[in-house]
């Protein structure tokens, strides 16, 4: 691999396209704006609306490249026998205008068809957030911690046709940390695969490994129907779930609104379900009925699960802020024998 000294210079020599379009792509974009590399064009989602205004925003990429006067287009396929064949067409003839020795794809959220991987002289680079072959797919980062995995990483992969399933250029291993959120295990990803991304770009001599055959797991997507808590679950599920799906889309459960603490939701005529954000919680001491709130001091609540139970920490109301418990149970109290949806 080339030393600091000659790093400049070979950057300076390579012609990247970048696809990409959330904050995760965006740092390593940033990384390689920084590193001297030429980025000759940008591919990233179209606008989209968001905010109480629902107003069209710029994708988080699609900010930076503007920032520093990159050319950037927003297809909205490149499938030429797709819906929009017009749109894959000129992105097309832009990408084969811009001449890229290689495109560096992170988080782009469309499927690149053949032409594109094969476009450039080196190909393809994805960098993805797990260490392959586990956890291919859309949320690796949401499915490692939810899975209760001790470590994560950083893969950079020449992409194939295949689903992550290209030979491997270079990774690295990041632990899980007890406490850590998608959020924020994302941002140390993010981090890292733009130091890695870099890396292999000033070493174009690494050699592909291929991915082993066993140990492939898949990262669905996340739906928000999967951010119900099922108090039936075992309370260490449940925390690692809470912890996977924040910030997105975030871990609920219900409580009635207007009812007298201790009524069971749903049982009452005309009473009025209310979701409840739960942000954070840590295992406790406690066993009972599933769902069922369970004495504790004042200021704390704890919820008995499937298996042990769970002290909530961090809850949010709609409209309202996230914040520590005992702000929560000040103004609507839960307790001891109330059962939460």
Not at 88 to 108: C, G, H, K, N
Not at 190 to 201: F, P, T
Request: one cysteine or more.
């Amino acid at each position: 691999m080339s030393d600091s000294s000659s790093a400049p210079s070979s950057a300076s020599r390579t012609r990247i396209a970048f696809a990409g379009t959330p904050e995760f792509a965006a740092v390593a974009l940033r990384d390689l704006h920084a590193a001297g590399f030429e980025v000759v064009l940008v591919l990233t989602q179209p606008d989209r609306p968001a905010g109480r205004g629902m107003k069209l925003h710029a994708s988080a990429v699609k900010q930076f490249a503007l920032d520093h006067c990159m050319p950037v287009i927003q297809p909205r396929s490149l499938r030429l026998d797709g819906k929009f064949p017009d749109d894959a067409a000129a992105a097309r003839d832009a990408l084969r205008a811009a001449a890229p020795d290689v495109m560096v794809v992170a988080a782009y959220g469309l499927i690149l068809p053949t032409w594109v991987l094969e476009l450039p002289a080196r190909g393809c680079l994805n960098i993805h957030g797990s260490l392959l072959p586990r956890w291919r797919g859309a949320a690796p980062i949401h499915r490692a911690i939810e899975a209760g995995d001790a470590e994560t990483g950083i893969t950079i992969m020449q992409m194939d046709a295949g689903l992550d399933t290209g030979a491997m250029l270079l990774s690295a291993a990041e632990p899980i940390r007890a406490d850590d959120s998608t959020g924020t295990l994302h941002d140390r990803l993010a981090a890292l695969g733009g130091r890695l991304v870099v890396q292999v770009l000033l070493a174009p001599t690494l050699a592909p490994v291929a991915q082993p055959a066993e140990g492939v797991t898949y990262a669905h997507k996340v739906d928000k129907s999967e951010a119900r808590i099922d108090w039936r679950q075992p309370a260490a599920v449940i925390e690692r779930r809470v912890r996977a799906f924040d910030p997105f889309p975030g871990a609920a459960f219900e409580v009635q609104a207007g009812v007298d603490a201790g009524a069971r939701v749903g049982n009452d005529v005309g009473a009025r379900a209310e979701p409840v954000k739960l942000w954070r919680a840590a295992l406790a001491p406690g066993a009972g009925e599933p769902g069922t709130v369970l004495p504790a001091p004042a200021g704390r609540c704890v919820v008995a699960c499937g298996d042990g139970a769970l002290e909530l920490l961090e809850l949010q109301r709609p409209g309202g802020r996230r914040g520590p418990a005992a702000s929560f149970l000040a103004a609507h109290p839960l307790a001891a024998g109330t059962r939460l949806g």
